[in-house]
């Protein structure tokens, strides 16, 4: 009896525990340094891992020395800060229509969006306490601490909203700060080389750290640095045409010896008419 | 799904098949391979390579600053290699120059060209329709020349959210003939006006401006035109192409000289409405355009012209050496149609001219000592038309310093 009691006490906690395997996956962990756990709906916390799926309703947290990146069904993906609290709120998404929506809470802490097919549609946003953050084809860092949120628009159109109005952010570099949801939103302007680079770096592994994959020693990039020809990804330094001047000059130059210039030589002198041999008398 | 996207979701671990996913996004999905990128970055933060390929990423994206933060990164990784080393320090160049809220660039050149018809003027001794000959002081004939050049730009970033700047440009190239001096001509033209950003909650990269532009040329060392006029123009960007629609209208004015007596003629109002577009063709090979339709009214009605022109350049940006450092090689193709608006009695009275021009040309720009290169560049030119004293041909070939900034 004891032994039958004990074994059905497991069996309803490993139905409990797997319930939220049944949920619908919204993407993937792809990277997990820890120590980073998540909450799927109805389950318990447990340490996340690399290949965890990440289901509707899921919370993740990152302790001081933990960073994640979650990669969405729809191609978006979080590279997400230490000691950050996240909520995938709502995701939909039908990858033969290309559309639905996703809506995420960030609670504290920060995280870096790299837009995917949601985000192209402007149907990707992240709620803080201060603002809905509406993404438009982008990539945005968004940091939520004490003293409000602060948007940084890495590319694309991030339209902020709150209680007292909306703030579009259409250029690079560039940042808001929302201290409440019945704040002014501040226009911060361009954001600090250094401060892009210090969120940069609190989103992904510190050296020595693997992500939870470890072995990945390099490989043979077909990029800009390497090799005779550059690839389809290189930048181009600005390059101008260095002929305009000489084309300019050459336009003037053909007109003016076309029309400008005296093109008749002087008249060459007729010959004296030729008389007939009977002069005038004939 | 692209089943290498179904890899990354199903065994991320599979980092050949993240990087594989990643070095084949498609250019248009720069955002694809960035999440990519990152998620190896996360497997090794030591690898300059992945670093380097990041920083590229948001460069193309505009973000300069994350473009910065990642090549300025891999500058620190222990297996960094001199050819990455010199791209990211060239990108880091260019980068600050771009977040300067004065930026300016451009070329200085100077150099020889030789030409197989320095006049740009018909055979010698061509017979006029008029009965007369063509003054054989402006026919074809070889000559060489010393020139300088140069073009600048300068961009004031006003630092706002609406990307509203003050630009300038000038341009400016001056040839002095060795033998037939009657051909020494100089060229300056400078353009300015400010650039409204438009903000939208569903474009980004929209602009427009104003701007003036004054134009002066000499020719036999003596001053010869003079343009004085405005225009407008727009920036569309879609994805990595850029396109700058305008219009423009110039009084021309020209003066008569001993050697050009009937110059005045040409005098009247330049209106010309085109299309510049620029943007990366594949890989490393770019390309710069511009067509136009213009009419010319002038004082002397048979010099008014209606005139139809399409130029383009093919920036090609190779490293033969394998170290970095950046070789360009440029064709370039021409090719315009005038129609002139009555027959020149002197020339031909009964017929309306019109001339069909090709040009081509190949330019190398081959890098000599940080900015400095070398450059050459070979040109043909054609004009075909229906009055003989408007036909002519050009071979040129041209080599000198030219400094890039």
Redesign the interface.
Known sequence: MRSSRRFTVALVSALLAAAPAFAQ?V?????V?PLSESTPPGGTTAPLV??AHIVHKEKVHTTPAG?V?L?F?D???M?IAPNTDIVIDEYVYD?NANSGHMLVSLTTGALRF???QLSHQ?EATITTSAANIGI?GG?VTVIQGPGGTKVIN????I?IVNGTGTF???????GALIQGWNTVIQ?L???P?AE??YH??HT????G???????????N??????????????????????????????Q??????????????A??IAPPPRLPPCGTRC | ?NPL?QG??????N??NA?QYA?LAP?S???????TY??????????A??R??LG???????????A???F??ALTMK?L?P??R???E??IA?IDKK?QPDQF???V?SGFRYQTNA???PAAGTA?A?G???????AARPDGNW?G???L?YVHDF?????NTFEASA???D?QQFKLHQ?D???M?LRAGPRFGI????V?GLSIKPYFVA?G?T?ADAA??GGLGGGLTARIKLGDVVLDPYTEIVQQS?R??T?????S??SGTLSTVGLQASG?V???L?F?SRVTYAHADANFNP?GYNAYAG?I?L?W??????D?R?W?L?P?AGVSWWQYNAP?P??DPNTTPNILEWRL?L?LEVPIWKLVYL?M?A?Y?A?VSNVS??SMHDFSV?AGP?M?F
């Open positions: 996956q993407g993937t962990a792809t990277a340094n690399v290949g960073t990146q990669l069904t191609k978006s993906s590279s990858p790299v837009g995917g402007g438009r990539t890495v590319a694309g159109i339209k579009l952010l259409t250029r690079s570099d560039f226009d302007g361009r954001i080389t892009v680079a940069q770096a992904t592994s510190t050296l750290e693997d992500g939870g994959v470890p072995g990945f020693t390099g490989a990039i077909g990029h800009c640095g390497l090799g005779s020809v550059q690839g389809t990804n290189c930048p181009q330094v600005p390059w101008m045409p260095s002929d305009n001047g000489a084309l300019d000059a050459s003037i130059l053909g007109n003016a010896t076309n029309f400008g210039a005296a093109q008749i030589t008249p060459a | 799904m996207f990354i979701l199903a065994q991320p671990a980092f050949n990087l070095t250019s999905d720069i955002e694809s391979a960035i999440s990152e998620q190896l970055l996360f497997y090794n933060p030591s690898l390579s992945v380097f390929e590229v990423l948001y460069y193309r994206l505009g973000s300069y600053e994350m910065r933060s990642y300025a990164s297996d290699t050819a990455l010199r791209r990211s060239d990108l260019d977040l660039s451009g070329y050149q006049a740009l003027g006029l008029s007369k000959l063509f003054n054989n002081t402006f020139f050049a140069f073009g730009n630092e706002q959210q609406n990307g341009v400016g190239y040839a051909f001509i100089g060229v033209e903000i939208s909650d569903t980004t134009t040329a020719l010869y035109y020209f008569n000289l050697l050009y007596p009937l110059a003629g040409m990366p594949y890989a490393s770019g710069q010099f130029d350049w920036p940006n190779f490293s033969p050496l394998g970095g950046t360009t440029t370039t020149d002197t020339i040309g330019g450059g560049l040109q030119r004009d004293a408007f041209t030219t890039r």
